[in-house]
C-alpha cells in the first residue's frame, strides 16, 4: 500500500522547516571576502534558471541529475562534519551507507526515499550556509521572497509543471537516485523548495535570529498551505518559507535588539563590496 498522502507530505514539510532550524556553526570569516550583492538572486535564479533551461534544452535535465549525484554527497558529508548541531568529522562517514541505501533499494521504496531526503536535504544544509556567509543578509532575504514570488507565478500559471516533470524523470544510470528533487511515500517535493528554507536556515544563524521558532512557524505555514492541496495537484512550497521569514521580520521589528554578527561582518561594511 501506497503510503498517505498527507503523512509523506508531513515528512516533506517537516524536513524543509527543519532546515530553517538546522545549521549551527557560523561560517569562516574568510568566506566574507567572497561577498557580492549579485549573490542575492540566486535563490530566484535558482528556480527561474532552472525552469527556462529545461523548458528550452529539456537534455538540461539530464545534466542535473548527474550534477545533483556528484555535488550532493560531499556537501552532505560537509554538513554532518561541520554545520549540525554536534557536527564531527567522522559523521560525515554516514554519506557513503545513505548512498548505498539509495543506490540498492528499489524504486519507491520507503528506505530509498528517506536516504535520498537526507542527503539531498544535508547537501542544502551546506548550500545554504555558503550562500547565507557569501550575500548581503537584507538582499538575501528579499531573494527569498522573490523566488517564493517567481515560483508561485510559475505553478499558478501552470508554466513549471512541464519543466519540472521534465527534471524529476531524468535519472543518472544504473538505478543511481535521483537527487534532483526530493520524494516520499505518494508527495513530491523540489530541490529549490529545500534550498530555499536552507538559506533561511543560514540567515537566521547569521543573525543570531532564534531558529527553531522560525522552522516551527514555517511548519504551521506550510501545512495550512498544503490544506489547497484538496484543490489543486501542484504549490508552490517556497511560500511557507517567505511567509515565516516574513514572520520573523515582523517579530524583530516589535522587539528590536542589537544583532551581533561573527567577526569579520563589521569588516564587510567598510570594505568595497556591496552591503
Known sequence: MALPFAISDGVLIATQATLVALPRTQPPAQL???ARAGWAVVPAASIGLVIAAIALAPGTADFLTWLALVATPPLAALALAAIVPGARPVWALAVPPLL?????TPDGSLARDA???ALTALGCVTLGWLLAAVAPLRLLKLGIVAAAVLDSVLVFGNLLQGPNATLNAAAPAVHLPQLQFVSFGSAVMGYGDLFIAAVLGGVLLL???PQVPVGLVCFIFAATWDLLFFVRSELPAT???????LASEAWRRRRPQTVQLYPAASSLSRSSSPT
Not at 548505498?100 to 540498492?104: C, E, H, K, S, V
Not at 511560500?239 to 521569514?245: D, H, R, Y
Open 32 to 34: 566574507r571576502r567572497l
Open 100 to 104: 548505498a541505501i539509495a543506490w540498492a
Open 115 to 117: 536516504s535520498s531526503l
Open 207 to 209: 543573525e543570531r535570529t
Open 239 to 245: 511560500v511557507p518559507v517567505a511567509l515565516a521569514l
